[in-house]
């Protein structure tokens, strides 16, 4: 028996190491599953908010002057159908939540919207329920809630942009209707409520994107059918036509850094849906 206790004393030696080395693993574990919310994280956080009244998409979105969010239109489920709708909603972030606001007096979706210098929104555009491209327009007055029509493009389109310049007018710009692609723009000038043509630009673009840049300019780019970028002077009314997007793109964003650059990201085209961004240097 006295021969067999140096093999009971190896047994019970490895039996310990082993726990150890478990308990090791555990604690070794333990704290990596305990960072990994933190590293999953990152430095900013995203937490649910009140849900609209009505599910939606192809809608727009625009910041009032006095802090709320005001959601028009787009496509609801209308018992399996996705169909236009005139429904507004208003968005308050002191409370999170959602209330209905006067609706607009056109169904529409795949329409533009743009808050004015005074604080009425612009909408214009689109399409209808019976799928028609529109050419009504119509101002939200924050003040009542309530909608009323104004000055009706020249030209019913949808899949455009609307871009408020720096001298108040909104410069719309191409879009789609039965025709095609479209090349034509026009502005909107708040005091007659009216639409004037202004110049065309140079290729057709339909879901591109537009972004007032620093100078006063509006930069257009990508969309259907091309990669192309241009460039509107408010001052002569007419376009130029600057570098191309690296990626052919559209359904993409594109937003004004404060360095005067422009980030377009994401999209559809060669890629698609595309992961890929570019800058864009004035």
Not at 57 to 69: D, R
Not at 100 to 112: C, L, Q, Y
Not at 189 to 194: E, F, L, Y
Request: proline content about 4%; some cysteine; overall charge neutral.
């Amino acid at each position: 028996m006295n021969s067999l206790k140096p093999v009971f004393t190896m047994f019970h030696a490895a039996v310990g190491l082993k726990r150890l080395l478990v308990a090791a693993l555990a604690v070794l574990l333990l704290g990596v599953f305990t960072a990994l919310p933190a590293l999953a994280s990152g430095s900013g956080t995203w937490t649910l908010t009140g849900s609209l009244n009505v599910g939606r998409a192809n809608h727009t979105a625009t910041l009032l002057s006095k802090g709320q969010v005001l959601v028009a239109g787009g496509l609801f489920d209308d018992y399996g159908y996705d169909v236009p709708t005139r429904s507004a909603e208003l968005y308050t972030p002191s409370t999170g939540k959602w209330t209905n606001t006067g609706g607009m007096n056109v169904p529409r979706a795949f329409h533009v919207a743009a808050r004015l210098s005074d604080g009425r929104v612009l909408v214009a555009g689109g399409r209808d329920p019976y799928n028609r491209n529109q050419a009504t327009a119509e101002l939200y007055d924050p003040a009542t809630g309530t909608w009323a029509y104004t000055g009706s493009l020249n030209t019913g389109r949808s899949s455009f942009t609307a871009t408020l310049l720096s001298n108040g007018q909104v410069l719309v710009a191409g879009g789609s209707n039965s025709a095609g692609h479209l090349a034509s723009a026009e502005l909107y000038t708040p005091a007659t409520g009216s639409w004037t043509l202004t110049g065309s630009m140079n290729v057709a673009h339909s879901e591109h994107t537009a972004t007032l840049l620093s100078n006063g300019q509006v930069l257009v780019a990508g969309g259907l059918p091309n990669s192309g970028a241009e460039l509107y002077n408010p001052t002569t009314g007419s376009w130029t036509t600057t570098g191309n997007l690296n990626q052919g793109r559209y359904d993409h964003t594109a937003t004004l850094l404060s360095n005067g650059k422009v980030l377009a990201a994401g999209g559809y085209g060669g890629c698609g849906p595309c992961s890929s961004a570019e800058l864009y240097t004035p």
